[in-house]
């Protein structure tokens, strides 16, 4: 204002400059606008969050402070152009259970209930962002989920008040993962799956909004990353349970040609629980159909007089392999691999 005042011949001038002044301002936010969307760089340091927020993103806007159910069992593109994913979004899929997802934004908190189920098996896991995992939950009550709100470090569990759990995640963002199992070739069991998902609940006051970085993907799914248990957690297959919940045998083929079969021994398993098995490409995805075959018995029951169950790997056109159902043989391809998992084991 001063210049302007003692020196009026030089107003023209000093609009021009304050005209360049305001556009360097403006080409300043911009830039840094910018740099704000500007991938972040994924490392060892922050593989576990980037992992999480790129895999919670999947799920929002449908899951963000409200439960999204599948409906459907994970279908398999079988065509060549889909592979190596084939249509699943997470590695390591599997077609004996439905999921359902709920993101919960932290900034307030938020209550889940667990309805009674009867007989059927559900586990409801939670994990923080940086995929800190809670042990899964099989019996109906009520859980509170904060950031911080359980009196004890996070990620940590309490009690709220009567009656209900506290869980203290530590991170702004939590999800929880349901697993609920149906027998995909029963309607009525479907259905009936369906209606214990649509049992559970969640009560908050603000579902919050979604804010993290722009995550540079290329760089998150490396194959080897030298970390610990989170870390080989999040590459095995994001939203994997802890192991006492959920054991897992895995075997890979070194190229040996030829067909398999494997002799599946009587599986102690905890009250409802089942096991099943699942074949995937090099890459961890399901590629055919069959993709997995689910105890018939849903339980420590086997098909054999003895407790056992066979399971067949290859050469399914022979009807040999495919009893007692089509669904004992799986196709097997170049680099197959297997997972036998068994929920909870005893």
Sequence with gaps: ???LQRRPWSVGMNFDMILVFQLLLVLCAFRRAHAAERPVTVTVENYLLAGSDVYMGKYIPEA??????MREFVTVDTSVSSAPMHGQPVIRMNRDTLYSFLIVDLSTSAEVTFPDV???????????QTNDV?????????????KNGCGCPP????????????????TRYAAILLRTLADAANATDTAAAHEAQDAFAVKQEDPGKREVPVWNQTKLFIRKIDHLCGLLNVA?????ARAKDQSYVAWRSDGEPGDFALAMPKVPVEANGFWSITVYNKEGFMFANPSNYNSAAQGSHGQNPNGSTTVYFGGCDDPKRQKPSKAHCLPIQQGWGVIDEVLPPI
């Design 134 to 146: 809670f042990p899964s939950v099989y019996e109906p009550g009520n859980y509170l989920l904060t």
């Design 155 to 170: 990620p940590c569990s309490g009690t709220a008040k009567t009656g209900v759990a506290c869980k203290a995640f530590g």
């Design 118 to 128: 009867g007989h059927r098996f559900v586990s409801l896991e939670m994990l923080s």
């Design 236 to 240: 095995a297959g994001w939203g994997g």
């Design 1 to 3: 204002v001063f210049w």
């Design 64 to 69: 963000l402070g409200k439960f999204k159910h």
